[in-house]
């Protein structure tokens, strides 16, 4: 990783409402010269609010309880919000544990080819005791957190206000 990024709101009493990063990575590969992006591929991600019922698809490597961390696990469901978290912050119905942070959300994934949909949120938290997987909502600070991450004049790691 050549530079990390992320918001001063990741810092405070609501860092779960902020809990995002974005990584800028150099050529690398066995050549040193491939790219990330053109060896693995993208997707594109949006930091417009999604309504309750819309269903999204969440994926992570879940490493405690019953799971040991290599296996990608996924879910999929329609989202609700977290009372707790003043609805500050997505809920899923989804048993993945701890180890599964930072997986993407997406809505409109296609299943059966894996290679289409929209990141609207990853894996953030969950309570104990709970099968339920909670995750922020992408907004205007998420868009200039990654807008810096963009930046190619940006040169050093960097907490986006």
Not at 41 to 64: E, K, N, R
Not at 77 to 85: C, R, V
Not at 127 to 156: H, L, R
Request: proline share 2%; glycine share 18%; charged share 10%.
């Amino acid at each position: 990783m050549n530079r990390g990024f992320a918001t001063a709101g990741g810092f405070n009493t609501q860092a779960t409402h902020y809990d995002w990063g974005f990584a800028v990575v150099g050529a690398g590969g066995k050549s040193g010269t491939a790219s990330l992006e053109a060896t693995v591929g993208t997707f594109d991600y949006a930091a417009s609010s999604m309504s309750g019922g819309t269903t999204v698809d969440a994926f992570g490597y879940p490493a405690a309880q019953k799971y040991h961390g290599s296996d990608l696990i996924y879910c999929e469901g329609p989202i609700g919000f977290d009372a707790l978290a003043g609805n500050g912050t997505y809920k899923l119905a989804c048993g993945m544990t701890g180890g599964s942070s930072g997986g993407p959300w997406f809505s409109g994934f296609d299943s059966a080819t894996g290679n289409s949909g929209t990141i609207r949120s990853l894996n953030s938290y969950g309570y104990s005791g709970q099968s339920n997987m909670y995750g922020p909502k992408f907004n205007t600070d998420t868009s200039n957190t990654y807008g810096a991450a963009n930046n190619t004049n940006t040169t050093s790691n960097t907490i986006v206000n």
